[in-house]
């Protein structure tokens, strides 16, 4: 065995010869060299602990702004707050977001964060408050209003810009921030109001789920060449690829767990009043304490401990009293000289016997990094409860994915004693890691071709060769960034097939769950907490149990314009809701709507008298415009081509005032707030990461390694190959010498 000493000895001559001295130092040296590379390595490769300025973008524990400065290194410098009301009337609210952003350095700054909100958010006003002064915002179109903030910004006055990433994801720059100067932005925007198997609901999320990037990595040149790419795509942690081309501006930062004890980083205050016109049983909020005021049947809802770390969804629950339960309702909006509805009809749960169908239950879960900590537990659960459900007539199999996906068996085996056992143990072991590859899961599961009839002995009283009832339930918690090549694989490869989407953790991707179950014909549940896998689980074995309503038609007294245009199946618990432009007047006369449920026919009118209440119910004109662009939106997905969806989404909601994919809320104060010639540094604004998800520093694609441990893994090598040189050229040298 060769000591340091007797390397030296055996080297010394042939190094001197080669280099001199100097090299033969530099080798002396090596192994202390050596030890400080790997120091500064790990440094470079892990999460600080430290309570620094400086921090790099894997090393965020301050609930700050975060400044770039060089070198890849930010410095904490603008605090945040957010405060939201939801004014709650029929099945209409109409929200208000606040956040305020403060700059505590000595620097003009300009503030980025990304943020979410509802999918179904119409997002329809903005403005920007400076002290007493308040600049409107308005709806450009999304180039344009990219050209008015780059020339605000330049031009050193204050701006803000509020862009469309995802219909559940926006971003919002400020420009401009003076040293010490504070700046709150407003948005307003308008969604309907949730009701199923008799509870009305709403989810305000808070904080983000990271995506999964899947693809393969561009280069920035090519990126910046990309026409759906983000004005500043290093902001985010990871890098454009070929399929999520804005990788970059769905990537924010994320703090660690605060954990209970702490100061909230991403501090929130909530507030509601709920007006709805019938007495009610409970008002709850499942995840969050609230408390409670009535007065003449208007309820007050704030935080009980004021404010809240933004870490998971506020769900808002509310049931009335089981005699006022609606079974139909239509609320109308007068805008400029037309009319607008929002309609809902409540098909009732059929009660008549119906022979049980065999089913065909394929369960896809997610197993990606994303789902570690409360989410993989919540799907285990949720998994283990759902096999328990099956009955002996039913056949099933496991699918399970992250980097790729395994199926339990081979094909779809027979619910019985044995195989379900197998089930529950494949269950048991089941851990997150990896990557969310969920493309491969996904056609997997849909690749059943036509059911398979069902044998005698399996039939269950039914008649034999019936073919299966195929029904997906996919658990996951929706974190990739490439929903619309999803979307499309549904809607191309479903068939007779009906997808339906479980949501797992307290911050889920609840656009793409919702869109994902929409194009498969199924239903969306959330299970936010454990305590949840029982009760949601029963309710959707329910559903997958009953009979939907299917072949629904409306009825209108005249020609109206409706959407969704294409009337969805619908389960047990879930109501119509249909949006409606009516034109200059309200038609009287009988809105009539059918469907076939158990292979029964079913039929309720609601009557309709002209000019309603004088279009009180505010926010029903900005609802019926998002849907109709929600709908345009689809087309693409099943094969019309982009430009001429565009061309009817953009004077849509330029004409509505309605933020889109096309459109960008900008506002711009026309004084001049930056001296000329002092320097505007950009950063990004770190979400809360969301509670009991685990930290994901090996679940990210490999666009998120950081350049520092590349430069360091490379010296390292080079360090470790001019040694293995020296050493074996010594070698040679000592042999050939002595021959």
Not at 230 to 249: E, F, H, I, K, R
Not at 434 to 454: D, H, I, N, Y
């Amino acid at each position: 065995m060769l000591t340091t000493e007797r390397i030296h000895q055996r080297i010394k001559p042939e190094v001197c010869a080669y280099g001199g001295l100097p090299l033969w130092l530099a080798l002396r040296c090596l192994p202390v060299l050596v030890l400080l590379q790997m120091l500064l390595l790990l440094l470079a490769a892990s999460p600080a602990r430290s309570a620094v300025d400086a921090v790099s973008l894997n090393e965020v524990e301050g609930g700050h702004l975060l400044f770039e400065s060089s070198g890849g290194v930010f410095q904490r410098a603008v605090l945040q707050h957010s405060e939201v009301h939801f004014d709650i009337t029929g099945l209409v609210a109409t929200v208000r977001l606040q956040q305020t952003f403060r700059n505590d350095s000595s620097e003009y700054r300009e503030g980025v964060y990304a943020f979410p909100l509802p999918s179904e958010a119409a997002v329809r006003a903005m403005e920007m408050r400076i002290g007493e002064r308040r600049i409107v915002g308005r709806v450009r179109e999304k180039q344009e209003a990219k050209k008015i903030y780059r020339a605000a910004k330049k031009a050193g006055k204050k701006a803000s810009l509020v862009e469309q990433q995802r219909p559940n994801l926006f971003t919002n720059r400020v420009a401009n921030i003076g040293p010490g100067e504070e700046i709150t932005v407003m948005l307003e925007y308008v969604e309907p109001v949730a009701y199923s198997a008799g509870v009305f609901s709403l989810r305000f999320p808070m904080t983000i789920t990271p995506r999964y990037m899947p693809g393969t990595p561009v280069s920035a040149g090519v990126g910046e060449a990309l026409p759906s790419l983000s004005m500043d795509p290093y902001l985010g942690w990871a890098q454009a690829t070929d399929q999520v081309t804005d990788a970059g501006a769905i990537s924010p930062l994320l703090f660690p767990d605060p954990g209970s004890d702490s100061a909230p980083l991403n501090a929130i205050t909530i507030s509601a009043r709920l007006d709805m016109g019938m007495p009610l049983a409970i008002v709850n909020s499942p995840y969050h304490d609230i408390a409670l005021s009535r007065s003449a049947g208007v309820y007050d809802v704030k935080l009980l401990n004021k404010v809240s770390e933004m870490d998971r969804d506020f769900v808002l629950e509310w049931e009335p009293v089981a005699q006022s339960a609606p079974q139909a309702a239509l609320f109308t909006e007068k805008v400029g000289e037309d009319y607008y509805g929002l309609l809902m009809v409540v098909p009732p749960a059929r009660t008549d016997k119906v022979a049980p169908i065999a089913r065909e239950l394929i369960f896809v879960v997610d197993t990606s990094g994303s789902m570690g900590g409360v989410s993989i537990e919540q799907a285990r659960a949720s998994l283990s409860l759902a096999l328990r459900q099956l009955r002996p007539g039913d056949r099933f199999n496991l699918i399970e994915f992250n980097n790729r996906h395994r199926a339990l068996f081979r094909t779809a085996m027979p619910a019985t004693r044995h195989h379900v056992a197998q089930a529950q143990e494949f269950v048991r072991q089941l851990q997150a890691s990896g990557g969310t590859e969920m493309m491969s899961a996904l056609r997997a599961a849909l690749s059943g071709g036509a059911p398979a009839p069902v044998p005698a002995a399996e039939s269950m009283g039914g008649h034999p060769n019936t073919p299966l009832l195929r029904q997906i339930v996919f658990i996951t918690d929706g974190a990739v960034g490439n929903e619309d090549a999803l979307f499309g694989e549904i809607a191309a490869g479903l068939g007779d097939s009906r997808l339906f989407t479980v949501g797992i953790g307290s911050a889920p991707n609840s656009w793409f769950m919702r869109k994902a179950a929409e194009f498969g014909r199924g239903s969306h549940t959330h299970i936010g907490d454990l305590n949840e896998v029982g009760s949601k689980m029963a309710a959707l074995f329910q559903q997958l149990s009953r009979p939907a309503a299917v072949d629904l038609a409306i009825s209108w007294p005249q020609p109206v314009e409706a959407w969704p245009e294409h009337l969805p199946d619908l389960y047990l618990g879930q109501p119509l809701s249909i949006a409606v432009k009516f034109g200059p007047q309200v038609p009287a006369g009988e809105v009539t709507v059918s469907a076939d449920i158990g292979g029964q026919p079913w039929q309720r009118a609601l009557s309709i008298q002209g000019q309603p209440d004088g279009g009180a119910h505010a926010g029903v004109g900005s609802l019926w415009a998002r849907r109709k662009i929600d709908g345009l939106l689809d087309r693409v997905l099943r094969g019309d081509p982009e430009a001429t969806v565009r061309a009817e989404v953009l004077p849509l909601a330029l004409a509505h005032q309605l933020m889109s994919p096309y459109t960008s809320f900008v506002a711009v104060e026309e004084r001049i707030s930056r001296p000329e010639g002092s320097p505007l540094h950009a950063a990004p604004l770190p979400n809360t990461r969301p509670q009991g998800q685990s930290p994901q520093h090996f679940a990210y694609p490999r666009t998120a390694t950081t350049a520092p441990a590349k430069a360091w893994l490379a010296l390292l090598a080079l360090f470790i190959a001019v040694f293995t040189r020296v050493i074996r050229q010594g070698e040679v040298d000592h042999v050939a010498g002595r021959a």
